[in-house]
C-alpha cells in the first residue's frame, strides 16, 4: 500500500524562536485539525545537560514530500538558527540537512541530538 508520508523530520528551534517556528509549523502542518495540537509542534525540550533550563525545542515527525521541501526552505532561509534533518522513511537514509552531517547516511533521532550537543530534559515522576 502507498503512503504519501514518505519522510521523516528532525528540526531542533532554539527557545529564542520557538514561537516563530511554531507559527510556520501551523502553516505547513495545516493536516492538523485544532490550534491546541499545533501549538505543540515543537514539545520536546532540550538543553546541553538534559536538566532545566530548557535551551531548545524539537519535533520529530513523518512528512509528505511538499511538507520537507517547505520545512526545508523555510528553516534553510527564514530561521537559520533552526537544525533541520530529513530522512527517508523506509531507509532512515539522510537526505537534507543544514548541518555539517553526512548526507546519505543512515540517521536516527539520537544522531541528531548528539549532532546538536543536546539531550531531552525528562520529566520528573512523581
Known sequence: MATNWTKRGFIIVTSAIL?????????????????????????????PTGNDPQT???TNTAL?????????????????????WIMDAFTDELLDTNTNDTLGQVFTWQDALDSANLQVIEAEII
Open 19 to 47: 514561537t516563530a517556528a511554531n507559527n510556520e509549523a501551523k502553516t505547513i502542518q495545516a493536516y492538523l485539525e485544532n490550534a491546541e495540537d499545533q501549538a505543540l509542534t515543537f514539545s520536546v525540550p532540550l538543553s
Open 64 to 84: 509528505t514530500e511538499a511538507m520537507a521541501t517547505a520545512w526545508s526552505d523555510f528553516y534553510q532561509g527564514g530561521l537559520p538558527s533552526a537544525r533541520i
Open 56 to 58: 531548545h525545542s524539537s
